[in-house]
């Protein structure tokens, strides 16, 4: 069993950073895709971005590239989103996930549900 801990999340003001971690342990391969998505109050959770651990292949939403980066260190077994830029459409509670993913092509974000282990969250929060 996966297990997944997010930090790193607080509150900000616009234009500022946050760097979010994801503490993993438990996995049984080394073949995995790790993503960050997050959900705002009253809206659907979002995928932002993911990285396949095989080829080091990023995905970024649209909405989040450029800003934000994704990264890992393979011998902590842990993910990093970075965040600059921030915006108060930002705002939102955090999530790591996991999936056993061995291609050699992008981790995606669509459907969530191809991911069975996922954090608590941690809250990000921007203000004007």
């Known amino acids: 069993q996966v297990h997944l801990v997010e930090s790193g999340g607080g509150s900000v003001q616009s234009g500022g950073s946050l760097r979010l971690s994801c503490a993993a342990s438990?996995?049984?391969?080394?073949?995995?895709?790790m993503a960050w998505f997050r959900q705002a109050p009253g809206k659907e959770r979002e995928g932002v971005a993911t990285i396949s651990n095989l080829r080091g292949s990023t995905y970024y939403a649209d909405s989040v590239k450029g800003r934000f980066t994704v990264s890992q260190d393979t011998a902590k077994n842990t993910l990093y989103l970075q965040m600059n830029s921030l915006k108060t459409e930002d705002t939102a509670m955090y999530y790591c996930?996991?999936?056993?993913?061995?291609?050699?092509?992008?981790?995606?974000?669509?459907?969530?549900?191809?991911?069975?282990?996922w954090g608590q969250g941690t809250q990000v929060t921007v203000s004007s």
């Open positions: 996930a996991a999936q056993y993913f061995y291609s050699w092509g992008r981790c995606y974000t669509n459907p969530p549900t191809q991911f069975p282990y």
């Open positions: 438990g996995y049984t391969s080394s073949n995995y895709c």
